[in-house]
């Protein structure tokens, strides 16, 4: 882009460099409190920058959208030999599903291979070359005064922050975290980036250097955002939300109906999910959790991984290699990802155990059977089948990728078999939305969601368990409730969004104190319902009962009530839009604000009868 200039080797970055705050990035991205910008214009969003700033020398999980309808078969193959065109190393784990590709990129790969592949870098070249014309001065005086600026030693004087371009800030931006990757950190910040204004022509020669020789490069990707972590939104439910007299009273059978759980994994073997002949009803258990490993580009190549696949999946090495070289072969030729070709390597023999119980208690409160003793009840439906798809880590935490995999394998799931074969899914967990990054409810992840949902899927999500925080102000912390606090894909307009109420006195309590508030970021009513949540009895690890609490307790309750509906009154398979309606409509009035509560608690027996 500038030039002809030197390549930069791995080995000229430190490991870890200087870590920057996010209120730098916000202020170079955005300007002054007193004068800012409400949107950075460029298409790497303000997550990505704040998440190299923490931390300029790692690399950082990226999702990538393609641009229009581009194939995103055709963006991971352009990146794939955009980096292999300059020379870097390491695997960075680069994957794509319909619709997105991931990738694990150090700061000088975003920038010299995923960012001059975007639209908005294409558009903005004509501005670039003349930013840079004349030896390059309107571009080294706006760096200068934005860095500066954000180093508390300049403020411009009769000119509004927005007149520094997106490329001007773009630049200021880059050029400062490259100099950061390569900076130790022991300089006084603030000394350290005036010091980086005094010398724009260096900063620029150093990230000239990053982007190498200039190239007319065809756009493929549309924006570049942060691959989000999710975190798991954590005796006498059932009665309370008059589960049990409605199986009673109409002699529920939901054996023929499927429900997903979206979570860390079921035991199969517990007391909880076998039926009347000891046989497991979990019907299969996929690990989503290795999903990005298996169709990554360069996985033909990981030994390691080859071994470990067919060691945890019990399959022979000559059909690993054959199935990976299969899924490199189809990224290479710019084809979708064939799920045929994948779920072998995803499918867990039987008898797999999941390593945390969260997974295992939502399933147990949706489907589980009740014990021997009078203290591990049954769940809503307990002799649904279970499909285990397994998207959270060990740590309770994975990635948004993933989940949207376990979204998109549904569909095909369905697709494949010409029937229902999965009827409904259960996420019980929970991603804090991005407000400058995305459209309430429509993130990836809210996208998917809604893509299943109009495929025929109910599928109920946790609220979150951000309604009450405590705030940091000028004058301490402050302890309050906080509206605008669901998570997604609880945002996704046709989510059903469960909130949580105590389990057996709802009219006491009313609405659990750390359930998610509505309204949504942009103005929807949400959540929908509330469920009990409070210290919820079910199945954990080791054949065992035990209680939990959250949000995630709540929503499988929906669960359960929605697969009622459909064993009940069949033609409502497939109709997740009319099941929400009939469970909303069919809610107890707690008497609480609406986006406290929703349409209200759960009442089964009333959806039952309202039919």
């Known amino acids: 882009m500038f030039g002809d200039s030197r390549e930069v080797g791995l080995s000229d970055i430190a490991s870890t460099g200087r870590s920057i705050p996010a209120s730098i990035v916000e202020f170079i991205l955005l300007g002054p409190m007193q004068d800012r910008r409400q949107l950075q214009d460029s298409p790497v969003l303000p997550d990505v920058w704040a998440a190299y700033a923490r ?75 003349f930013r840079l014309a004349a030896d390059g001065d309107d571009l080294v005086r706006a760096m200068g005064d934005i860095l500066a600026s954000a180093a508390g030693a300049f403020i411009p004087v009769g000119a509004s922050y927005g007149a520094y371009s997106a490329v001007d800030r773009y630049f200021a931006l880059a050029a400062l975290l490259v100099a950061a990757e390569r900076d130790d950190g022991e300089e006084d910040l603030n000394s350290w980036i005036l010091r980086q204004a005094e010398d724009i022509p260096g900063l620029i020669d150093r990230l000239a250097a990053v982007f190498g020789p200039y190239e007319e490069a065809k756009p493929v990707l549309y924006q570049i955002a942060l691959n989000r972590r999710v975190d798991a939104a954590m005796d006498r439910s059932v009665p309370a939300v008059k589960g049990d007299a409605a199986s009673s009273l109409f002699h529920i059978d939901c054996s023929r109906l499927a429900w997903a759980v979206l979570d860390c994994g079921i035991d199969p073997d517990h007391p909880a999910f076998l039926d009347d002949k000891g046989k497991t009803r979990v019907r299969k258990a996929y690990d989503f959790g290795r999903l990005r490993d298996v169709i990554s580009i360069d996985a033909a190549d990981d030994d390691a991984l080859v071994d470990s696949l067919c060691a945890d999946h019990q399959l022979a090495k000559r059909e690993v290699q054959r ?44 489907g589980g059977r009740a014990g021997t003793g009078i203290d591990q009840p049954a769940g809503l439906c307990p002799d649904i089948g279970l499909y285990d798809f397994r998207v959270i880590g060990n740590s309770t935490e994975d990635t948004e990728f993933a989940v949207i995999g376990a979204l998109q394998f549904i569909r095909h799931l369905n697709a494949r078999r010409g029937f229902m074969a999965i009827h409904g899914a259960n996420l019980s967990l929970s991603i804090p939305h991005s407000v400058r990054n995305f459209a309430c ?14 495929a025929g899927v109910v599928v109920v999500a946790a609220a979150g368990n951000r309604g009450y925080h405590s705030f940091q102000t000028a004058d301490g912390p402050f302890e309050s409730y906080a509206a605008f606090s669901i998570t997604d894909p609880g945002n996704a307009d046709s989510v059903i969004t469960v909130g949580a109420t105590h389990r057996h006195s709802p009219h006491t309590y009313g609405v659990s104190f750390f359930s998610s508030r509505g309204p949504t970021g942009d103005g929807r009513l949400k959540p929908d319902l509330v469920a009990p949540g409070e210290r919820i009895r079910s199945a954990v690890l080791g054949g065992a009962w035990d209680t939990e609490t959250g949000t995630s307790m709540a929503a499988p309750h929906v669960s359960g009530a929605a697969a009622m509906l459909m064993a009940r009154h069949s033609e409502l ?21 609406r986006s406290f509560q929703g349409a209200g608690m759960l009442d089964v027996l009333r959806a039952l009868q309202s039919v």
């Open 55 to 129: 931390s300029p020398g790692e690399r950082q999980d990226l999702l990538m959208t393609p641009m229009g309808s581009l194939d995103s078969a055709v963006a991971a193959r352009t990146l794939n030999q955009r980096r292999k065109a300059r020379g870097f190393e390491g695997s960075a784990r680069l994957a794509y599903l319909n619709g997105m590709v991931a990738a694990s990129l150090t700061l000088t790969e975003m920038i010299a291979v995923a960012s001059p592949v975007t639209k908005w870098w294409s558009d903005a070249r004509p501005m670039v070359r």
């Open 323 to 366: 199935a990976l070289r299969l899924i490199a072969d189809d990224a290479e030729n710019q084809r979708p990802i064939q799920w045929a070709v994948v779920e072998p390597l995803l499918t867990l023999p039987a008898g797999a155990k999941p390593r945390h119980h969260h997974g295992n208690h939502v399933a147990g409160i949706i």
């Open 441 to 454: 409810g429509r993130t990836p992840v809210c996208d998917e969601s809604e893509r299943l949902v109009n």
């Open 573 to 593: 398979v497939g109709q997740p839009g009319r099941i929400k309606a009939v469970l909303c409509g069919s809610a107890t009035d707690l008497g609480r604000e």
